[in-house]
C-alpha cells in the first residue's frame, strides 16, 4: 500500500489542522492506520491509531482530547484532525499502515508509511 500525506502547515497556537493521507490498493479496509510524528531533534513517537473498521481509537496522553483520529473506507483515506495545537505538536507527521493480523496498538508492526507533511506550530 501507497500513502500520501497533505495538509500540513504553519498554524498558531490555539489553531486548527486537518491531515489528510490518501492510499493506494484495493485492501485499504484491511490496514490498520496510525498517525506518528517526529518534532525536531528528536526521535518518531506515535500519536494516534485506528483499527481496520474504525470502531477502535487510541490515543497519546500528548494529544488526548485535542486530536481525532477517524476514516474513510471508500474513499481509502485516514484524517487526523487536530485542535488546540501548542508549539510542542510542531514536528513531521506519518501516516502509517500494517496488516489487521496484529493488535491495532502494536506500533511496531506498522511496515507502510508515507513521505510525511511537515506542521509548523507558531507561539
Given at each position: 500500500?501507497?500513502?500520501?500525506?497533505?495538509g500540513?502547515?504553519l498554524v498558531?497556537?490555539?489553531?486548527?489542522?486537518?491531515?489528510?493521507?490518501?492510499?493506494?490498493?484495493r485492501?485499504?479496509?484491511?490496514?490498520d492506520?496510525?498517525?506518528?510524528?517526529?518534532?525536531?531533534g528528536?526521535?518518531?513517537?506515535?500519536?494516534?491509531?485506528?483499527?481496520?473498521?474504525?470502531?477502535?481509537?487510541?490515543y497519546?496522553?500528548?494529544?488526548?482530547?485535542r486530536?481525532?483520529i477517524?476514516?474513510?473506507?471508500a474513499?481509502s483515506?485516514?484524517?487526523?484532525?487536530m485542535?488546540?495545537?501548542?508549539?510542542?505538536d510542531?514536528?513531521?507527521?506519518?501516516?502509517?499502515?500494517?496488516?489487521?493480523?496484529?493488535?491495532?496498538?502494536?506500533y511496531d508492526?506498522?511496515i507502510?508509511?508515507?513521505?510525511?507533511?511537515?506542521?509548523?506550530?507558531?507561539?
Amino acid at each position: 500500500v501507497q500513502l500520501v500525506e497533505s495538509g500540513g502547515g504553519l498554524v498558531q497556537a490555539g489553531g486548527s489542522l486537518r491531515l489528510s493521507c490518501a492510499a493506494s490498493g484495493r485492501t485499504f479496509s484491511r490496514y490498520d492506520l496510525a498517525w506518528f510524528r517526529q518534532p525536531p531533534g528528536k526521535e518518531r513517537e506515535s500519536v494516534a491509531a485506528i483499527r481496520w473498521n474504525g470502531d477502535t481509537a487510541n490515543y497519546a496522553a500528548s494529544v488526548k482530547g485535542r486530536f481525532t483520529i477517524s476514516r474513510d473506507n471508500a474513499e481509502s483515506t485516514v484524517y487526523l484532525q487536530m485542535n488546540s495545537l501548542k508549539p510542542e505538536d510542531m514536528a513531521v507527521y506519518y501516516c502509517a499502515a500494517k496488516s489487521s493480523l496484529y493488535y491495532y496498538t502494536d506500533y511496531d508492526r506498522y511496515i507502510y508509511w508515507g513521505r510525511g507533511t511537515q506542521v509548523t506550530v507558531s507561539s
